[in-house]
C-alpha cells in the first residue's frame, strides 16, 4: 500500500462532506465535522444510507454494508471509509 | 400540470385555444418514434415556490421530493395545489379522516434506468434511496407526510383506466364512510425506453405528430407527460367546512372484459357507459358532453364510436365529443383524472375544447368540434379503458359553486 495512492483523512471528509450537502441542502457544510453525528444534521436511516453511497462512489471505494455498524458519529465514519480502498 | 399548462387556469385556457403539447422531440435516442407532448421547462423549486405553501411544508417538499424521481416532483406540485385550492389549508380536515390514493403502476421503470448504471459501476454505488423511489407507493408515503395523511392511502393499478379506477375508488371510500376527503392524484407516467418502444412495436403508438384521435387517418397515441389531482369531499364535509364543489362525480362504472390482450370490447365499453348512467340515475338524453377516451388508435377510436353508438341508440341527438389527448398527449397512468379536470373546467366555462389534429372525422353521429364550441351542459361523461381488459366511465354533474 503506497502513501501516494491513500485517500487522506482530509480527502474523505470532504467527500462526506460533499455527499452530506447533496442529501442535506440545508446544512451549512461547515457543521460536518467529526465532532458531529449524521443524524443531529437532520438525516434519517434512508439519508445516512444515501450518504455512505454517494461518498463510496466519490473515493471509489467498496465498504462492506457490515462495516457501519459500528459508526457513531462522522469521525468513525470516516475512519471506516479510511480503512477500505482498492 | 402537462405539456400545455402548469396549473387548472392556464389548462382551461389551453383546452380553450386548442393549444397543443404534442410534437416530434429530440432526444429520444435509438428509438422508433419520437412523438411526444413532454412537459417543457418544469422546475420543482419554482412550481413549489408559486404555490406559496407554509415555511415547514415548503422545507420538508424540498427535503422529502427535490431530488426525488420526476413522477413524484409532479405529483407533489398537483397535490399541493389541489389541497390549496379545496382550502385544506384554512379550513382543514382532521388526518385521520384523509385518504389519498395514487393512480399509477410501473411510475419507476425511468428511475430505474437513470441509476442502472451507477449500479454497474459498482453494485454498492446503487443509490440507498432506490429502497423508496423504486416503489410506486413512495408517492403515497410521501404525499401522505407533508400532507399529514393519516386514514387510508394505497395506489391503483388499471393501465390506462388508472385515473379513473382511482376516482371510483376515491369515491367508494368516502361513500363507505372511511373517509371524508380523499385526494386522488393521477401520477406522471414517465416512460423508460423499453416501454415506449414496446408499445411502438405493438403497432399502438404513433410514429409522428400531426393526426389526432377520431381522424380516418389515425395511427397510435401520442405518449404525453401529465399529472393532476383532485380533492374528493363528501358532501357533509364540504358543508362543515363552507366550501364549493366544482362539479359533482354523481355516478361509475367498472368492468373487466376477462381479456389479457390489448384490444378493446365494444360490449364492455358500452356496458360500463350504460351502468354509469344507471348509477348516476340519468338516461343518456341528458349527457350534453362526452371526454372520450380516445387515444388515436384505430381500433380503439373505432370501437369506443361504435360502444358510444350503442348506448345512444334510440335517443335522438348525440352530445358533443372531444378527446382531451389530442391536446396533452395520452398521460397512460394520469390520463383519467387529467380528463377529469379538462371536464370539469369545460363544463363550468361552457366550452368543449376541439378536437386536434382532426382533419378527416371518422362517421359518427356524434359532435367532433375541431375548435372551442360553446356548450351549456349539466351532464357529462368521461371514459377510460385501459390494457388488461380495464373499462371505465364516470359520469359529472355541473354545480354552480
Known amino acids: 500500500m503506497s502513501t501516494l495512492s491513500e485517500p487522506s483523512t482530509e480527502l474523505i471528509l470532504a467527500a462526506v462532506r460533499e455527499a452530506v450537502v447533496t442529501v442535506v441542502p440545508e446544512v451549512a457544510p461547515e457543521l460536518v465535522a467529526p465532532g458531529r453525528t449524521l443524524t443531529e444534521l437532520g438525516c434519517n436511516s434512508i439519508d445516512r444510507a444515501e450518504i455512505v453511497t454517494i461518498a463510496m462512489e466519490r473515493l471509489r471505494i467498496t465498504v462492506p454494508i457490515g462495516d457501519f455498524a459500528e459508526v457513531g458519529d462522522i469521525a468513525s465514519l470516516v475512519d471506516v471509509l479510511h480503512r477500505h480502498h482498492p | 400540470m402537462c405539456s400545455i399548462a402548469a396549473d387548472p387556469d392556464e389548462f382551461a385556457t389551453a383546452l380553450r385555444v386548442g393549444h397543443s403539447g404534442i410534437g416530434d422531440r429530440a432526444g429520444y435516442h435509438g428509438q422508433t418514434s419520437r412523438a411526444a407532448a413532454d412537459l417543457t421547462d418544469f422546475d420543482f423549486g419554482t412550481a413549489l415556490a408559486d404555490l406559496s405553501p407554509p ?9 422529502l421530493v427535490g431530488r426525488a424521481p420526476l413522477s413524484l416532483r409532479a405529483s407533489t406540485v398537483v397535490a399541493l395545489q389541489a389541497w390549496r385550492s379545496a382550502g385544506l389549508w384554512e379550513e382543514p380536515v382532521v388526518g ?41 407507493t413512495d408517492h403515497i408515503g410521501t404525499i401522505s407526510q407533508l400532507l399529514g395523511i393519516h386514514g387510508e392511502g394505497f395506489t391503483v393499478g388499471a393501465a390506462s383506466a388508472s385515473g379513473n379506477l382511482a376516482l371510483i375508488n376515491g369515491i367508494r371510500l368516502i361513500g ?30 404513433a410514429e409522428q405528430s400531426g393526426i389526432g384521435p377520431f381522424d380516418t387517418a389515425r395511427a397510435g397515441f401520442v405518449p404525453g407527460q401529465g399529472a393532476a389531482c383532485l380533492v374528493l369531499e363528501s358532501t357533509a364535509s364540504a358543508k362543515r367546512r363552507g366550501r364549493a364543489a366544482s362539479a359533482r362525480l354523481i355516478g361509475y362504472g367498472t368492468r373487466l372484459d376477462g381479456n389479457a390482450a390489448t384490444d378493446p370490447d365494444v360490449t364492455g365499453e358500452a356496458a360500463v357507459m350504460a351502468s354509469a348512467l344507471l348509477d348516476a340515475g340519468i338516461t343518456a338524453d341528458r349527457i350534453g358532453y362526452v371526454n372520450a377516451h380516445g387515444t388515436g388508435s384505430d381500433l380503439g377510436d373505432r370501437t369506443e364510436l361504435a360502444a358510444l353508438e350503442r348506448v345512444w341508440t334510440g335517443h335522438s341527438g348525440r352530445p358533443l365529443l372531444n378527446s382531451t389527448k389530442g391536446l396533452t398527449g395520452h398521460c397512460l397512468c394520469a390520463a383519467g383524472v387529467v380528463e377529469a379536470v379538462a371536464v370539469i373546467v369545460q363544463l363550468r366555462d361552457g366550452f368543449a375544447h376541439g378536437n386536434a389534429g382532426l382533419r378527416t372525422p371518422m362517421a359518427t353521429g356524434f359532435r367532433l368540434p375541431t375548435t372551442a364550441t360553446m356548450m351549456d351542459v349539466e351532464y357529462a361523461l368521461s371514459n377510460g379503458f385501459g390494457f388488461g381488459g380495464f373499462n371505465t366511465s364516470l359520469v359529472f354533474h355541473r354545480t354552480n359553486g
Open chain 2, 55 to 63: 415555511p415547514d411544508l415548503h422545507r420538508a417538499a424540498v427535503r
Open chain 2, 176 to 205: 363507505l364512510g372511511v373517509v371524508d376527503v380523499c385526494l386522488v392524484i393521477g401520477a406522471l407516467t414517465d416512460l423508460s425506453d423499453l416501454e415506449r418502444q414496446g408499445y411502438y412495436n405493438l403497432g399502438a403508438m
Open chain 2, 96 to 136: 385521520e379522516r384523509v385518504g389519498v390514493i395514487v393512480a399509477g403502476h410501473n411510475l419507476t421503470a425511468a428511475h430505474t434506468d437513470a441509476v442502472r448504471p451507477r449500479y454497474l459501476d459498482n453494485p454498492r454505488y446503487l443509490p440507498a434511496t432506490y429502497a423508496r423511489h423504486g416503489l410506486d
